[in-house]
T-cell receptor, first 113, second 112 residues
């Protein structure tokens, strides 16, 4: 069983569209994250949720909206996609928001054309 | 704010040799962990090794070991007996409550 799974793995879409990326973890972790990895491979945190509550919301356009229906799921919805949104998006989870290591999903490569 | 710096964008090592990847960080916190993650071409982020800041002993995991210098805020990764499968992007990461901050990464290639 995959510990942190994201769907889809690849997403190609046109500018202006709205899309969602789903994430589920079966580790029983309390904290989940979304990271963006740009073309230079730099990983930057976007959001962090602890038990369905938003903890971290970095400087991210409000076109990006995370939704956590329960603590095992953290979905990312993106409105009005732009070319600059093209990147790999990673979901991750950790036992808590303290010192525990993060487990990552396999990433979703989003390409906006 | 905490920062993590990896000053080597690319490194290369001969198979079976040893290579050291550098990482420095800046923080005013006293409690934190440090990690090295590996990202092979498959994109999957894999934890290689962790170091608790309160421990003086350097962490070791098989062929991977760290040199943790707390006062110097340095956290390097040594890979011994390098294998072709070690070729990947390596990220140093700083962890404290509410934060997991990554360095820019070092791309390691392994020559047969």
């Amino acid at each position: 069983d995959t510990a942190v799974s994201q769907t889809p793995k690849y997403l190609v879409t046109q500018m202006g569209n709205d899309k969602s990326i789903k994430c589920e973890q079966n580790l029983g972790h309390d904290t989940m994250y979304w990271y963006k990895q740009d073309s230079k491979k730099f990983l930057k945190i976007m959001f962090s949720y602890n038990n369905k509550e938003l903890i971290i919301n970095e400087t991210v356009p409000n076109r990006f909206s995370p939704k956590s229906p329960d603590k095992a799921h953290l979905n990312l919805h993106i409105n009005s996609l732009e070319l600059g949104d093209s990147a790999v998006y990673f979901c991750a989870s950790s036992q808590d928001g303290g010192f525990a290591e993060a487990f990552f999903g396999q990433g979703t490569r989003l390409t906006v054309v | 704010a905490q920062t993590v710096t990896q000053s080597q964008p690319e490194m290369s090592v001969q198979e079976a040799e040893t290579v050291t990847l550098s990482c420095t960080y800046d923080t005013s916190e006293s409690d934190y962990y440090l990690f090295w993650y590996k990202q092979p071409p498959s994109r999957q982020m894999i934890l290689v090794i962790r170091q608790e800041a309160y421990k003086q002993q350097n962490a070791t995991e098989n062929r991977f070991s760290v040199n943790f210098q707390k006062a110097a805020k340095s956290f390097s990764l040594k890979i011994s007996d390098s294998q072709l499968g070690d070729a990947a992007m390596y990220f140093c990461a700083y962890r404290s409550p509410g934060k997991l901050i990554f360095g820019q990464g070092t791309e390691l290639s392994v020559k047969p």
